[in-house]
């Protein structure tokens, strides 16, 4: 299979060959598209849970902290739109596009993830 960099460089020799305006348009578009996709920045979707994993914990922690009558999250729904794929070494990654990209929204894939707040138990009195 062709990698990335091989794809881009066949597009722009069939952009620089084509003598339609609008198809060389087009390929000048997926050319871009693509080029995008490889400057996302890459993360795995275990990355993406314990990150706001961690964020839950720590809101957790200051409310156990704090003072008086504490609040804390119940819950956490998350939805994240990325690029899913799977690299060479077999690892599962998510590319996020820039804010700013023409990747349209709906060629993403959504990652959808459910957090709840589990109780703590306190250990019991040593007598």
């Given at each position: 299979m062709a990698?990335?960099?091989e794809?881009?460089?066949?597009?722009?020799?069939l952009?620089?060959?084509?003598?339609?305006?609008?198809?060389?348009?087009?390929?000048?578009?997926i050319v871009k598209l693509?080029?995008?996709?490889?400057?996302?920045?890459?993360?795995?979707?275990?990355?993406v849970a314990n990150a706001f994993r961690d964020?839950?914990?720590?809101?957790?922690?200051?409310?156990?902290d704090a003072p008086g009558v504490g609040t804390t999250i119940k819950s956490l729904d998350l939805e994240v739109k990325a690029f899913v794929h799977v690299e060479d070494d077999g690892v599962t990654?998510?590319?996020?596009?820039?804010?700013?990209?023409?990747?349209?929204?709906?060629?993403?894939?959504t990652l959808r993830i459910s957090f709840g707040a589990i109780p703590g138990v306190a250990p019991p009195a040593q007598e």
């Amino acid at each position: 299979m062709a990698d990335l960099s091989e794809i881009l460089k066949r597009l722009q020799a069939l952009q620089q060959q084509t003598k339609e305006k609008e198809t060389k348009a087009e390929l000048g578009r997926i050319v871009k598209l693509l080029e995008d996709f490889a400057r996302a920045p890459k993360t795995t979707p275990l990355d993406v849970a314990n990150a706001f994993r961690d964020v839950v914990d720590q809101v957790q922690t200051e409310a156990r902290d704090a003072p008086g009558v504490g609040t804390t999250i119940k819950s956490l729904d998350l939805e994240v739109k990325a690029f899913v794929h799977v690299e060479d070494d077999g690892v599962t990654a998510l590319s996020f596009p820039p804010p700013d990209s023409a990747i349209d929204g709906s060629s993403l894939s959504t990652l959808r993830i459910s957090f709840g707040a589990i109780p703590g138990v306190a250990p019991p009195a040593q007598e």
